[in-house]
Structures are given as structure tokens and as C-alpha cells.
């Protein structure tokens, strides 16, 4: 099998690619999750990335490390209804319609001009987050959240024809990225 790659002769290593493929699925991840988009001007997206980065800048830097009171006011101040250009629905991965129908009924807020979409609302109501789990825990919908990809290099066996295999991998990669 891969005794058949010579080195020096990238059409070896072309054969076994379109004969075994270069890659296999190491590690799968599926379940769910919860989204919403908001469009923001430049500006705004330049101001709220600057609050994010300097209200976490004695941490780690990103926003994971906000307490959760900073990140109340970071919401606040740039993820708001009235602060943002628009926002959008809070969806589902999976488009499970269960968790749809729950998603669009329960984290809506109602203010001053109509109702809006929030999906701040599963952090400020832990009841609402064990809802979302069970609905989610008993759903028969998931999404792929995450791949994780293993290169077949590991079935060459001696190390002269896997450097070789990685050399025309990567380059062919490099080839195929910068033609998109």
C-alpha cells in the first residue's frame, strides 16, 4: 500500500492519493448550538472589539475571561438592539424544530418599539439554559460542530517517503488554496 510511494516521483505519491484519499476522519464532534448574528457598522465592530479586548486585557485576553458582570455591560453598550445596525434570529445548527420553536418563543424581549431577539437571555436566566439541554438532550436532530482530520502519512513506513509524501501534500494544498 504505501510501499508504493518513491520518492522523488510526486505521481507516486498523486496514485496513492486518488487511490486511499489523503486524509481520514479522526474525531467527530455533533450536538447542538445556538447562534445569532448581528451586523455591526466598522465603527461599531472597531469600539466593541476594542471593550472586549481591554475589558479582558488583565486576563487571558479574549472575551471567555469577562466576568460575567463585564460582560453584561459589554452587551450592553454593543450588542443592544439600539446599538447594533440589526440583529438577527437566534438559531439552531441542527434546524431541529423543537429546539426553532423554543429558541423564537423564550428569548425574545419586548421593549419599548416591538420585541427582538436575545440570546443573552440563556445567560441571564440559568432556567432557560436547562430548558434548551433537555429539549436538546431529548432531540433526535444534531448538527456537526466539530472534524478533526488525520493525514494517511502515518501508513507510510519509512521516514524518507513520508517527508516526501508531505512535501507534495502540502504543496498541492498550497496549489489549490491560492486557485480558490
Known sequence: MAGDITVGDPSSVHK????FGS??????????????????RPEQYRMAKEAALSSTASSNGGLATMTPEQFADFQRNHLAPFAVREAGKVLAASGDPQVLTFLESMLVDQGRFGSYPNLFRLAQDPGLMMKLEEITDNSDSHAVLGIRFASLRMTVPRIQEKEFYDSVVDTNAILWESNI
Open 23 to 40: 486524509h481520514f476522519l479522526q474525531e467527530v464532534q455533533i450536538g447542538e448550538s445556538v447562534y445569532q448574528v448581528f451586523a455591526l
Open 16 to 19: 496513492f492519493i486518488k487511490r
